[in-house]
């Protein structure tokens, strides 16, 4: 049995369960229920505060973890990346009041930021050659420079809506955060046999997103034409059809190119267009 510690709630939490949700990995949702077993796949999900999840991996205490790379970054924990998920995507960035004239990084000399990721900003205004005081606060970071509590602070950003709501504006983007999968280094080799084959259906899941299954007839007069606009992953499918001047093509098209190249197949007489979702895609 493989354990995996997850964040108790958030975005974090949402996204990862919809993860497992889609490699069909079913978890029960409740999560008043700190230990919580799949019930088609020989995985135990527990639930943990993000802060909590790095330590607890890297001491064995669960053999593998999602976590932001924010969290894994700042504690520092001895625990390996296994993958980089591509959810929850955030950055961390210093950010001051409004209406304040910046033009440098030489602005935070002598300046108070407060933060909850004093490992990280310590590291980045080292190597900066900045002296600032850093206030570390666990509640509601963006608020201090509007209660007098810091200059500045030092924080994650998404959205960029709740700088804007608190009268901030962000100034230097430090590092980009993502979701990662992270291992305990002495897992054993059963357990590593269950998560690849997880990372197997992780991958499958991945592979597919943002991606369309396209059917279409065409003229065969017109195929090779038809052909050289398709960014299949090798090369489409040709089916032959009752009519011998016409083929059915099956292939797979990327979400931010499908209406350009849709429109050039139509324009090359194909008809019938039929457009399906990916649930999964293995190669």
Not at 52 to 67: E, L
Not at 77 to 100: D, H, M, N, Q, Y
Not at 233 to 245: G, H, Q, R, V
Request: glycine share 6%.
């Amino acid at each position: 049995m493989l354990r995996i510690a997850v964040q108790s709630k958030g975005r974090l939490y949402d996204d990862t369960m919809q993860l497992l949700s889609e490699a069909d990995i079913k978890v029960s949702a409740t999560k008043r229920t700190l230990l919580v077993a799949a019930h088609n796949f020989p995985l135990e999900v527990l639930y943990l505060r993000d802060d909590d999840i790095p330590q607890s991996v890297a001491s064995g205490v669960a053999d593998i973890g999602v976590v932001g790379e924010n969290e894994y970054v700042e504690r520092g924990a001895e625990a390996e990346i296994v993958s980089r998920l591509g959810f929850s995507k955030c950055r961390l960035s210093l950010a001051i009041p409004k209406e304040t004239v910046y033009q440098g990084l030489e602005w935070f000399n002598g300046k108070t930021i407060a933060t909850s990721y004093p490992v990280i900003l310590g590291n980045f205004l080292k190597e900066n050659g900045i002296q600032a005081d850093v206030h570390v606060i666990t509640g509601s970071v963006e608020i201090s420079p509007g209660i007098g509590l810091a200059d500045a602070i030092f924080d994650i950003v998404s959205s960029g809506s709740t700088l804007v709501s608190n009268n901030l504006r962000e100034v230097e983007v430090v590092m980009q955060s993502e979701a990662l999968l992270i291992g305990y280094p002495k897992m054993s080799q059963e357990k590593q046999d269950i998560l690849s084959q997880m990372l197997f259906r992780f991958d499958a899941v991945r592979q597919a997103e943002d991606k369309k299954y396209v059917r279409m007839n065409a003229p065969k007069a017109r195929l090779e034409e038809i052909i050289s606009v398709l960014p299949g992953l090798k090369s489409p499918t040709i089916i032959p059809l009752a009519d011998s001047e016409w083929c059915s093509v099956h292939t797979v098209l990327e979400e931010k190119r499908f209406w350009e190249i849709i429109g050039q197949l139509k324009e090359l007489g194909a008809q019938g267009i039929l457009v399906t979702p990916i649930e999964k895609m293995i190669l």
